[in-house]
């Protein structure tokens, strides 16, 4: 039996295993065959992912995550809070700032009082080698130029940003009217973006309130995207659409992101903050045949 906890942040939704020391228990797991059991919303438990404690490298603990699909993320920002909310509770951690492994480096979460979760989600990457994006995709001033023939919009131009994680960044007018279900997988695997992408696309409501839609690698429609928040919030930006703190309007609820960078400086850290709730905990057995 492997004892676990499901949280969410603003409805982005996550199970977290504790795999160290007397507790581990997956070494001998194909661990992305687990997450793809039990993120299974019809057969598991149903989750955006799922979150493996482990033993950290020059710190107490690190962040394993894992998307529904099987395959491994470099780093998730709902998770992360929702994660170091969960360390909290365990009293593993205390109030003020605390350093956290993640597959995109050692990043900072603050607690403050009653529990509220701030990340540091470190700065962004602007360069396309490193996002990675193919150059020969870029379009004017920056742009990355996605054509999907067979669709209506057929031409779409985004601003790809990393979090650690691949991420692209479509205006438009109104997103309620984006047909994400069907253009989300499409552009995920583009061609454009060598390791898949996030999609954000984003609808500037005001300087202080953006409006998101995200479809997640490997996830397809979440309704929260803590690193596609702070990715949009980065482009918003360095198109000088917001100002440095804004509120980020995403289907399960709101985040906040602070971002002081612009396209002449983006040497500054993005931060990220929001709510978490644990929903429930339980017990997963290996030894019931799975689908």
């Known amino acids: 039996m492997i004892a676990f906890e499901k ?34 919303r019809h057969f598991g438990v149903g989750a955006d992912g799922l979150l493996i404690a482990v033993a950290g490298d020059g710190v107490a603990v690190a962040m394993r995550m894992f998307n529904p699909d099987g395959s491994e993320a470099e780093m998730c920002g709902n998770g992360l809070r929702c994660f170091a909310r969960w360390l909290w509770g365990r009293g593993e951690i205390g ?9 995109a480096g050692l990043l ?17 990457i602007l360069h396309w080698s490193d996002i990675p994006v193919r150059t020969d995709f870029q379009g004017t001033s920056g742009w990355v130029t996605l054509r999907l023939p067979g669709w209506d919009a057929s031409t779409l131009e985004a601003t790809a940003v990393s979090m650690g994680n691949p991420h692209a960044v479509v205006f438009v007018q109104d997103v309620s009217k984006v047909p994400l279900e069907e253009i989300g997988p499409l552009l995920e695997v583009h061609q454009v973006f060598p390791r898949r992408a996030n999609i954000e696309f984003c609808e500037v409501v005001s300087k202080t309130k953006l409006r998101v839609r995200v479809w997640e690698r490997g996830a397809g429609v979440t309704l929260a995207c ?11 930006r360095l198109h000088g659409l917001v100002s440095e703190t804004a509120v980020l309007e995403l289907p399960g609820g709101n985040l906040e992101a602070t971002w002081a960078g612009s396209a002449s400086d983006a040497a500054h850290p993005v931060h990220l903050t929001g709510p978490t709730e644990k929903t429930f905990t339980g017990e997963w057995s290996l030894l019931l045949p799975r689908r």
Do not use: K
């Not at 109030?95 to 597959?103: D, K, P, Y």
């Not at 607690?111 to 962004?124: E, F, H, K, N």
């Open 95 to 103: 109030a003020g700032l605390t350093r956290i492994g993640t597959g």
């Open 7 to 40: 949280w969410h942040g603003a409805g982005n939704d996550f199970v977290i295993v504790d795999d160290r020391g007397e507790n581990g228990g997956l070494g001998r797991l194909d661990l992305g065959g687990f997450a793809r059991q039990v993120c299974d």
């Open 108 to 124: 900072g979460v603050t607690v403050a009082d009653g529990g509220a979760i701030s990340v540091d989600m470190g700065y962004p």
């Open 226 to 236: 803590g690193t596609g928040a702070c990715a949009v919030m980065v482009a918003a």
